[in-house]
């Protein structure tokens, strides 16, 4: 039954609190629970059912062509949106391929790519992305941070899509049948640009079960610090230039708008790709 109840707690001090109080509704109440006691604002919406902010995700539309197309001219203004996770199950444009970038000026800069749509993903946030049974059956690129926390937040990623689909009545589904790759997240790119590697001041030292096996060894050596102590390099940091020419390698049969002087390097990297998969 519903039972109103004046707590004399108002909601901004819930909200700002980050700790609200265990023992005001059962005060309140006067009556014993066996709810379970949760730690931190989450953890006191969900004991008392208390509606939660939705979680937003910003999406870009990299093909302009048939963005234009499906959207309506109000939508046409801009090519960035943000939406509820759970409507993506429903957004009107067709997509191929997903770009999930883990920082947004990265995010920011993409270049336009035919069939293609652009996520923030906000660190680990990424894993709410798991359920959104669309994106199951989608070509998926994750580019984060070259550190132990970019490879966490892609297995995050990973584990959380597999997760959802062996609940959904998937059986034996193993990592390698996701359809999720990382992009300049291995050796070679770590090694091509010692120069720019920063210190990661807190590794993320944990057994990541979801990453492919050149991520796994690239991760196994940054926490034995095989390169150097507690490297760290930041997408940001990598040349444009070699960026729009691994997009153009792995999305070969798409348009990634690339210069003229970078189209006969692509077919390069391509290949070196290629060779690492194996």
Known sequence: DDVGVGVGVDTQRIVLNDEAPPNTMESALALPTTLPQEQGLSGFTRRWGFKTKPEMVRLRFLDEQQFTAQSSAYLALSR???????SLEQLQVPFAHVIICENEMSYLCLPPISNTIAIFGSGYA?????????????DIIYWGDLDTHGFAILNALRLSMLRARLMAGEK???????????????????KRHQEYVVTEKEQR????????Q?????????????HGQHLRLEQERIPYD??????????????????????????????MLARQRQ
């Open 80 to 86: 960035e949106i943000a939406l509820e996770i759970n």
């Open 126 to 138: 990424v894993a709410h992305l798991g359920p959104i049974t669309r994106l199951h059956r989608t």
């Open 172 to 190: 034996e589904l193993r990592v390698t049948q996701l359809k999720v790759r990382s992009m300049l997240m291995d050796r070679a790119t770590l």
């Open 205 to 212: 030292v944990t057994a990541l079960l979801c990453l492919l």
């Open 214 to 226: 050149e991520e796994q060894c690239c991760y196994q050596e940054l926490i034995a610090q095989r």
């Open 242 to 271: 070699e960026v729009l020419l691994a997009l153009q390698a792995l999305l070969p049969e798409e348009h990634v708008e690339v210069p003229e002087h970078l189209r006969r390097d692509a077919l390069f990297m391509r290949d």
